[in-house]
């Protein structure tokens, strides 16, 4: 293992997942977990992680004496990124001060010296000391001093010390930049140096993750212990059942809740991914009639968000006891949800009341098995695929929990339901059709609380619009509508108008997020 020790850095994970890319487990760990869990891993190597305070600041993280003691004892390689460089040289009597210059995003450094962290930059393509290297850099303190046995090797115009070295021990090194973010260019490389300063075989892969998560989650729920899932198809939620499923096998239920808001044929598609997948057979819940009774009436976004979140919960819950209840809930938890829950970025303003599992492990008093916890999005899928989940089901475009509900606008009606199923499979389908659906984040129908005049054939119609909503995004925090081809939109529109009773106009979505959102509600 290697040891990702971290200070609060927004990008810490980011460690942790190049390692792993580079065929190394990397665990990450609260820079104050206590010493004897540190060495129960057995590291081979540790990363001190950035952070977000200056090393001045009142309560900014410090090791423990032990923990610093240990890890700057020369047992193993250890690599001190911004922060945790300056952790390391304040422990060994060097010295930080504020820098004149903050430098916050690209900057070039220069290799003086082919050592330690800087053989793998100023080596390739003998481009030796004095090359320049495109790096990513955050900071606002610097470096004054180094502690004894030292040796710069990197400067930038703005900081002396922009990496430094040591043989000292098994090792030290301490870059200033961040070698994790893609924008440095050799900070791939550098890190698989690092790695195999420390002497890792680099045989790490998805299939020594499945063992381990499996591990985990045995360890976790116990001999006994009954876990829960809510499926909703969705790639996160499947993963995690998937996984959860290989490590306790029957003992795990999966319910997937029928809300009558979902899209044509998708729970169709749901039994038969995981018919013969699962121990005990997928419970279904079908309760579209309730749902559909809840939110008769309601036009307000934010009510109609509510009562979907409400009635998930108590259809759920009243399975779940006809279950015979559970000890545990799956949650399919991402890493990026994690960093937005515990980031101290203080109160936001609610946009939208986001409606997942949430709320339900203090309702029903169960713990939570979060096994994708410390993955990205790609890696999901990639794991997916390990698992042996269907292609289709693993580029599945992101789908709100709240379905159908916010995407027709209005009061939602089984018929106003009905008629933008029709009008969203053809949409998917023409998308499909023209090789773009993987290109897009999210393409989807939005069925308008607008009646527009029309002529067919020689009659005058008077029915509903539809938008056409398709946007490109990596996080979906911010989102680009997408340029779509006319030839494309054509079609859909044509096809749309022609075969779907209901709808005489169809209009395409040109609003970015921000200011819009993805969703229309
Ligand atoms: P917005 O509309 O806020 O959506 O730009 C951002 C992303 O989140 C999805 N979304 C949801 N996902 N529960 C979810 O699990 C929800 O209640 C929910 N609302 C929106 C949306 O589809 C987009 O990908």
């Known amino acids: 293992t290697l040891l990702v020790l971290d200070f609060g850095s927004q990008v810490t994970q980011l460690i942790a997942r190049r390692v792993r890319e580079l065929g190394v487990y990397a665990e990450i760990l609260p820079f104050d977990a206590p010493l004897e869990q540190l060495r129960a891993h057995a590291p081979k190597g540790i990363i001190l992680s950035g952070g977000p305070s200056s090393i001045y600041d009142e309560g900014a993280p410090r090791l423990a004496k032990d923990v610093l003691d240990w890890c700057l004892g020369g047992e193993m390689p250890v690599l001190g990124i911004c922060y945790g460089m300056f952790a390391m040289v304040a422990g060994l009597g060097g010295k930080v001060r504020p820098a004149k210059d903050r430098e916050f995003g690209h900057a070039m450094i220069v290799v003086d010296a082919a050592a330690g962290p800087m053989t793998e930059f100023a080596g390739e393509g003998a481009t030796g000391a004095g090359h320049e290297e495109p790096v990513w850099m955050s900071h606002g303190d610097e470096v004054e001093s180094l502690p004894e046995g030292f040796e710069s090797v990197a400067h930038s115009a703005s900081c002396a010390h922009a990496a430094i070295y040591s043989e000292a021990g098994a090792g030290m090194w301490g870059v200033q930049f961040h070698p994790e973010v893609s924008h440095t260019r050799r900070g791939t490389a550098l890190l698989g140096r690092f790695l195999d300063l420390c002497g890792f075989a680099r045989d790490w892969s998805m299939g020594a993750f499945v063992e381990e998560a499996v591990a985990r989650i045995r360890e976790q729920v116990g001999d006994q212990g009954t876990v829960i899932c809510g499926l909703s198809g969705g790639v996160d939620s499947s993963v995690a059942a998937a996984l959860v499923e290989r490590a306790i096998g029957d003992r795990l239920h999966c319910i997937f809740v029928d809300n009558g808001l979902l899209r044509k044929n998708e729970r169709e598609q749901v039994e038969a991914m995981f018919a013969g997948r699962l121990h005990n057979p997928l419970v279904v819940a079908d309760a579209g009639a309730l749902f559909l009774d809840r939110l008769a009436g309601v036009t307000d976004p934010e009510l109609k968000r509510k009562a979907i979140g409400a009635t998930f919960i108590e259809v759920f819950d009243e399975k779940a006891h006809a279950l015979g209840g559970a000890d545990y809930l799956v949650q399919g938890t991402l890493y990026p949800d994690v960093i937005e829950s515990v980031s101290a970025r203080g109160p936001s303003a609610t946009?939208?009341?986001?409606?997942?599992?949430?709320?339900?492990?203090?309702?029903?008093?169960?713990?939570?098995?979060?096994?994708?916890?410390?993955?990205?999005?790609?890696?999901?899928?990639?794991?997916?695929?390990?698992?042996?989940?269907?292609?289709?089901?693993?580029?599945?475009?992101?789908?709100?929990?709240?379905?159908?509900?916010?995407?027709?606008?209005?009061?939602?009606?089984?018929?106003?339901?009905?008629?933008?199923?029709?009008?969203?499979?053809?949409?998917?389908?023409?998308?499909?059709?023209?090789?773009?659906?993987?290109?897009?984040?999210?393409?989807?129908?939005?069925?308008?609380?607008?009646?527009?005049?029309?002529?067919?054939?020689?009659?005058?119609?008077?029915?509903?619009?539809?938008?056409?909503?398709?946007?490109?995004?990596?996080?979906?925090?911010?989102?680009?509508?997408?340029?779509?081809?006319?030839?494309?939109?054509?079609?859909?529109?044509?096809?749309?108008?022609?075969?779907?009773?209901?709808?005489?106009?169809?209009?395409?979505?040109?609003?970015?997020?921000?200011?819009?959102?993805?969703?229309?509600?």
Request: proline letters at 6%; aromatic letters at 6%.
């Open 351 to 521: 946009i939208k009341t986001h409606h997942n599992v949430g709320g339900l492990p203090e309702k029903m008093k169960m713990g939570v098995v979060e096994p994708l916890r410390e993955l990205f999005k790609d890696e999901v899928r990639r794991l997916g695929l390990h698992l042996g989940l269907p292609e289709t089901m693993i580029w599945r475009h992101p789908f709100p929990g709240p379905g159908l509900g916010v995407r027709v606008l209005g009061e939602v009606t089984e018929p106003r339901c009905a008629v933008l199923r029709e009008a969203d499979a053809i949409i998917i389908e023409e998308i499909s059709r023209a090789g773009l659906y993987r290109d897009l984040w999210q393409v989807f129908g939005v069925l308008l609380p607008v009646r527009s005049v029309g002529v067919m054939g020689d009659a005058r119609t008077y029915e509903n619009a539809l938008a056409v909503r398709a946007v490109e995004s990596v996080d979906a925090m911010t989102a680009d509508w997408a340029h779509l081809p006319y030839e494309v939109l054509g079609r859909i529109s044509n096809r749309i108008i022609n075969e779907v009773r209901g709808i005489n106009r169809v209009c395409y979505d040109i609003s970015s997020k921000p200011p819009a959102t993805i969703e229309w509600e």
